[in-house]
């Protein structure tokens, strides 16, 4: 059971243009929304993150839109350069249990051509 | 100075074999993780522990046996290695707080090692 789930898998988008993830959830506990990127051979570090208080966030060209009732997020990424090329993954947590358990979507691999 | 760091990087083994990999955290939180993440890039919690006592664990084979001497270390020792088990593995660390404090869960994940059962 996939709780999280991400698309598109793959993006291919031109430099300058808009990138667009969009990812889906299922356990309205969750509480917590980050994004994180990972390089190749790199672990992954948070980009950007929300909370169901907001229903959008941005920070520099980065922006999670959230939307509580269809229980879905999406992360764009404008003017996108070929610096952003890398595998971008959603997550979900929840407070509750206090864990810090992140269940994350299976990826989305951008590739921003010059 | 490495926020998170595991050794070793890369680790060649024959099946069967017994190994470990070790993570540590110099950014004084109190709960660290141990992800696998596939050969499709999926990235699933394997184990975390707060203040070396054990929180999650996400139905992994007993083979996998995480130990945490003190709150900046969380090893993971393999068993029996099988072909199944080549995979990137990840540490992490976080602060987790209450409910009513801070928001601040963000994870801090090491470099990874690339583990492969030949």
């Known amino acids: 059971q996939q709780q999280v789930k991400q698309s598109p898998q793959s993006l291919i988008v031109q430099k300058g243009g808009i990138s667009i993830i969009n990812c889906a959830y299922e356990?309205?506990?969750?509480?917590?929304f980050p994004w994180y990127q990972q390089f190749p051979g790199k672990g992954p570090a948070l980009l950007i993150a929300?909370?169901?208080?907001?229903s959008e966030k941005k920070e520099g060209r980065f922006t999670i839109s959230f939307n509580k009732s269809a229980k879905q997020f999406s992360l764009h990424i404008m003017d996108s350069q070929p610096g952003d090329s890398a595998t971008y993954f959603c997550?979900?947590?929840?407070?509750?249990?206090?864990?810090?358990?992140?269940?994350f979507g299976q990826g989305t691999t951008l590739q921003v051509k010059p | 100075d490495t926020a998170v760091s595991q050794t070793p990087k890369y680790l060649v083994t024959q099946m069967g074999n017994d190994k470990s990999i070790k993570c540590e955290q110099n950014?004084?939180?109190?709960?660290m993780y141990w992800y696998k993440q596939d050969s499709k890039k999926f990235l699933k919690i394997m184990f975390s522990?707060?203040?070396?006592?054990?929180?999650i664990n996400e139905t992994v084979p007993n083979r996998f046996s995480p130990k945490s001497p003190d709150k900046a270390h969380l090893n993971l020792h393999i068993n029996s290695l099988e072909l199944g088990d080549s995979a990137v593995y990840f540490c992490?660390?976080?602060?987790?707080?209450?409910?009513?404090?801070?928001?601040?869960?963000?994870?801090?994940f090491g470099p990874g090692t690339r583990l492969t059962v030949l």
């Open positions: 992490a660390s976080s602060q987790v707080i209450s409910i009513l404090a801070s928001n601040n869960e963000r994870q801090f």
């Open positions: 356990n309205t506990a969750f509480d917590y």
């Open positions: 929300i909370r169901p208080d907001v």
């Open positions: 997550a979900a947590s929840t407070r509750a249990g206090n864990t810090g358990k992140l269940i």
């Open positions: 950014l004084g939180h109190d709960t």
């Open positions: 522990y707060n203040n070396k006592e054990l929180i």
